[in-house]
């Protein structure tokens, strides 16, 4: 009988077409997205073309028209053994694929790689994808001290990049009157990030900065002192709730409390001034800041019911629009009450998401019980929201494709 013929095997894998691969990632979700990205250059590059961002950035497209919103939770020292629950949770826009990506995808790969950081540090800030985080009061007590235990570190919860730095050497120590300021590459500083740490005490018309700015070698560290003493900027302080907002440049801005005005420093001309608000006879807890998606700076101002969004143009504040959230608010908040008994007041926004989260409250109370609401100010679309004393962090998810890492 004659011997059987062995059939050569076709190692040459199956392929799709460059273009029905890209036509199948459009139709996806966020998740199969990035993945699809973190897999090789050429195909990352073709997700990257500007045709294809055009088409997965338009209405009703896999990729949301604006940032990602989440809140990104700290875990306790106790309980080292196991973390309850996520270290990232999605907030805005609340659609069933931006939850499958955060609760799928980001945050298991968190919770694998970074657990051990979030139980040593706290969040202090965060801008542009960035978090800074300081070492936590309660565990210098239990490392040792030739452990590696730098007090600050600026982290990226995506990519796991971390910098390391001490506490700024010459600043107050007092945490109420330091204002940490994140500005990122997008902010057109010239490097990847700057770290800006102001003592401000305009009581007696003073601000002292000290910056530290990342460099292509690796290195960071804090620069000299700088002191602004001008002599038109308006007495007042810094509202403690309040991130302050940075327009691009490097201009950053404060809203101050009580009075109608916006404390604003060009880190570029180490330049202090103050700028008028539109008037409004409401509490400091009843304006916030944040920008359009253009760029420009926004200013939101609750009265009664009514919430009036304003731009800072090159002309000066021009109105943006009017809510009126009476009638959806009636049908979120069980107890509400006629404007004339109850108010708004915005407990954090979101700097480039274009939302706002807010309570409605009984007019001389000095903590607001009510559900925690969420305002898209581009939609006007207003839902129920849970409440964490968590950081929010906001995510661009086209800078992340530029910088994908497998999440394994």
């Not at 007041?345 to 939302?355: H, I, L």
Request: with cysteine.
């Amino acid at each position: 009988m004659a011997p059987r013929k062995h059939q050569r095997k076709n190692n040459n894998a199956w392929r799709l077409p460059a273009d029905l691969l890209l036509e199948i990632i459009a139709c996806s979700d966020p998740g199969t997205l990035v993945r699809c990205a973190a897999t090789c250059k050429p195909l990352r590059r073709d997700i990257l073309h500007p045709s294809f961002i055009r088409r997965i950035s338009q209405p009703g497209g896999i990729v949301p028209p604006h940032h990602l919103l989440a809140y990104l939770h700290t875990c306790p020292m106790r309980n080292k053994s196991r973390h309850q629950g996520p270290l990232l949770s999605p907030v805005h826009p609340a659609t069933t694929a931006v939850s499958s990506f955060i609760d799928e995808d980001l945050a298991p790969y968190l919770l694998r790689r970074d657990i051990s950081l979030l139980r040593r540090y706290n969040p202090v800030t965060s801008r542009g994808g960035l978090v800074v985080l300081r070492r936590r009061r309660d565990i210098r007590k239990v490392e040792r001290p030739s452990e590696f235990n730098p007090d600050i570190c600026v982290y990226n919860p995506v990519t796991g990049d971390r910098t390391y730095l001490s506490d700024p050497p010459r600043l107050s120590k007092h945490c109420y009157l330091m204002k940490w300021v994140l500005l990122t590459a997008a902010d057109g500083i010239g490097c990847s990030f700057m770290l800006l740490v102001a003592d401000v005490r305009l009581y007696n018309k003073s601000i002292t900065l000290q910056i530290a700015e990342s460099s292509e070698a690796g290195g960071t560290s804090w620069g000299p002192l700088i002191i602004n003493r001008p002599n038109r900027v308006s007495s007042g302080w810094i509202q403690d709730d309040r991130e302050a907002v940075v327009l691009h440049g490097g201009i950053i801005n404060w809203l101050l409390s009580h009075v109608n005005k916006i404390l604003t420093y060009d880190i570029h001309a180490e330049r202090l001034r103050t700028t008028k608000t539109p008037p409004t006879q409401g509490k400091h807890t009843q304006r916030i800041l944040g920008t359009s998606s253009d760029g420009w700076l926004r200013l939101v101002i609750a009265e009664g019911f009514m919430i009036t969004t304003w731009l800072s143009l090159s002309s000066g504040w021009t109105r943006e629009s009017v809510i009126d959230t009476e009638h959806k608010l009636q049908s979120l908040h069980p107890y509400i009450s006629p404007p004339t008994c109850m108010e708004i007041e915005f407990e954090r926004s979101g700097e480039t998401s274009g939302v706002v989260l807010l309570r409605a409250c009984r007019h001389g109370q000095h903590r607001c019980l009510g559900p925690l609401i969420l305002l898209d100010l581009e939609t006007k679309e207003m839902r129920r929201q849970n409440s964490y004393p968590s950081l929010l962090f906001e995510l661009d998810l086209l800078q992340l494709l530029q910088k994908m890492k497998p999440f394994l």
